[in-house]
């Protein structure tokens, strides 16, 4: 197997309905056809397109919302995006979802969760901890007499505010999301179309996540915005996606701050946001030790894996020195980014050391981020 599938990793920013299989988009887009609810032939070249501008991607956005608004469907998509990470040695994924409420179907924001939820639990073909430890419980996933051959993965949720939401909407899911903890909800991430929407609509509910102890991670410059982009950094989330528009002020304001940088190569070079890989800023990041994680962002919809963007990042950045050896300690690093508790954090520590050995890298780290 190639040491960029059988390497252990971390993804820290996939959206689950833009994680869904590409067999389980067409089926149930196929269905809904039949059911005269849309037209197949009319979305299919939607589905079927490579290159997609933003736009476009949002277009695919809402049907896909079409779709899933079904708990049932929720649920599977669930469990099948949790087998597809698990699958290729993706170890600990924080998945973040947007809870949607929809009158017609008796949805609110809370049944959405709730089939979030189920998803998890219906996953049968891989061990799955998706719910914190207390602290009297020591147990961990990876501990060397867990004694099982089978795939392993930790799954944390962070729940999505959608640009177009309301403060109100944006409030109730950080109660939401609250009240989840104890299913493993670790933080708030703001998503959705950046051509839409205004900061100061979302900041009472972000600020109210973090007094309350919630993460936040923001999508931050997907569009040239740079007064966003400012109060966003001023805002000093715990982590940002993407930031790609940014000016030399956003860069020494983020360099400062340090903030961990989610990376989705595909998805910005998909979307025509970044010309090519060779001038993603992903490599500027990383040769001055800034956090970086590699993300897969919308797994379905771009057709990669967190795999094929190691890989992609390998071939791309070999001459910066992104080997084998190095792009296992940017994985590993990544460890140091995640929103879960300590524990989760020491067991993927010792696993990504013991691996390590067997996997012929070496067992000191080359950098450590100080956060
Ligand atoms: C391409 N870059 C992106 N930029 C901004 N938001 C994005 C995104 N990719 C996905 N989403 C957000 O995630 C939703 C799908 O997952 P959930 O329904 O929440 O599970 C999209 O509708 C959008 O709001
Ligand atoms: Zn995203």
């Given amino acids: 197997m190639e040491w960029w599938v059988s390497m252990p990793k971390v993804e820290l920013h996939a959206h689950l309905n833009g994680s869904i299989r590409d067999s389980t988009l067409l089926e149930l887009t196929k269905a809904l056809g039949e059911k005269g609810v849309i037209n197949f032939s009319q979305v299919e ?12 991607v949002f277009q695919l956005f809402d049907l896909i919302r079409i779709l899933t608004t079904d708990h049932a469907i929720l649920t599977r998509i669930t469990r099948e995006v949790i087998e597809d990470f698990a699958s290729e040695n993706v170890v600990y994924l924080e998945l973040r979802t947007t809870p949607k409420r929809n009158d017609a179907i008796g949805m609110t924001k809370g049944s959405y969760f709730e089939a979030v939820l ?16 207390d602290k009297e419980d020591s147990r961990t996933l990876f501990s060397p007499n867990n004694g099982s051959s089978r795939k392993r993965i930790y799954v944390r949720l962070l729940l999505s505010i959608d640009r177009r939401e309301t403060t109100e909407a ?8 609250l009240e989840m903890k104890q299913f493993g909800v670790v933080g708030i991430d703001l998503s959705g179309n950046p051509l839409v929407g205004d900061w100061n609509t979302y900041l009472p509910a972000l600020k109210f996540a973090r007094n309350q102890g919630l993460y936040v991670s923001l999508h931050c410059g997907e569009i040239p915005n740079p007064k966003e982009i400012h109060q966003m950094l001023d805002f000093k989330p715990e982590r940002i996606g993407h930031a790609i528009c940014f000016e030399k002020e956003h860069w020494e304001i983020l360099k400062s701050s340090k903030i961990p940088v989610e990376i989705c190569l595909t998805s910005n070079i998909r979307t025509l946001t970044v010309r090519s890989i060779q001038v993603h800023h992903f490599v500027g990041l990383y040769k001055t030790k800034h956090p970086v994680v590699l993300c897969t962002d919308d797994s379905g919809v771009f057709s990669t894996c967190l795999s094929k963007e190691y890989k992609i990042a390998a071939d791309a950045f070999v001459f910066t020195g992104l080997g084998k050896r190095e792009s296992f300690e940017l994985s590993r690093n990544a460890v140091e980014l995640i929103f879960a508790e300590r524990q989760v954090k020491e067991d993927l520590t010792k696993y990504f050391d013991s691996v390590a050995k067997t996997m012929g890298v070496y067992k000191n780290k080359i950098h450590s981020y100080e956060l």
């Fill in 45 to 56: 070249h939607i589905i079927m397109k490579y290159n997609r501008s933003v736009k476009e």
């Fill in 170 to 177: 944006a409030m109730e899911t950080v109660k939401l999301a």
């Fill in 118 to 133: 189920e998803g998890l639990r219906s996953v049968t073909s891989v061990d799955v901890n998706f719910i914190p430890h």
